[in-house]
């Protein structure tokens, strides 16, 4: 546990090696989601081994007590879903339940980020604020940049806490969207329903979401 990242390349990975052991042990001790050009370069290979030891780590862990997570070209490991009771019972941890209105908010962030709290507010037809907020401070929302626009205004989206905290492994796992809904939110312009067809999505994003925040 007290192994460094760099102490694994350089005293136990000879440079141009990366097995899946090796992977395992890296993201084990990462205090912080590596990406795959910062794996590569620690230990000494192209972008394809580590695409390929990543699909091998995925597969073999997916029967054990840990999961490989994935936000855009970064990776980290986060415990199952499965344990997530046995886990906060240990941790003394009581489970937070989201409101209807941090459900809502937060499905619309998932779905259109990137996204600006005053295209949220447009969505939702009502202040956001203090929702945008609260989301903030529980890590489920993360700040992405600025918008290129008059005032630059802050775009939204989700980062590794979002996906543990509702067992997925990317943002290609989230529920699929109604019709209507997915319509509405491509409608608003932008975001991760820019290139969806509304007819590939076909359950309720924040009844999703809010079942597995119960679940969490």
Known sequence: MTTEPEAITTQQ??????????????LFVAERPLSRREIGALAGVDRDTVDARLGDL???????????????????LATSPEAGALLARYLGIDAVRLSPATLETLAIVAYRQPVTKSA???IRGVDSDYTIRGLLHRRLVVELGRADAP?????YGTGFDFL????????????????????????????????????????DAAAGMGAASDDA
């Open 164 to 203: 543990e905290r509702f067992g997925l492994t990317s943002l290609d796992d989230l529920p699929p969207l109604d019709p209507d809904v997915a319509s509405r939110l491509a409608e608003e312009g932008g975001g991760a329903l820019a290139d969806t067809e509304p007819s590939e999505r076909s359950d």
């Open 151 to 155: 005032g630059r205004p802050i775009l």
């Open 58 to 76: 995925e597969v073999s862990l997916r029967e054990r007590g840990l999961r490989l997570l994935t936000t855009g070209d970064r990776v980290e």
């Open 120 to 122: 949220v507010e447009r």
């Open 13 to 26: 990975a000879p440079p141009g090696e990366l097995t899946e052991a090796m992977l395992e042990a890296l």
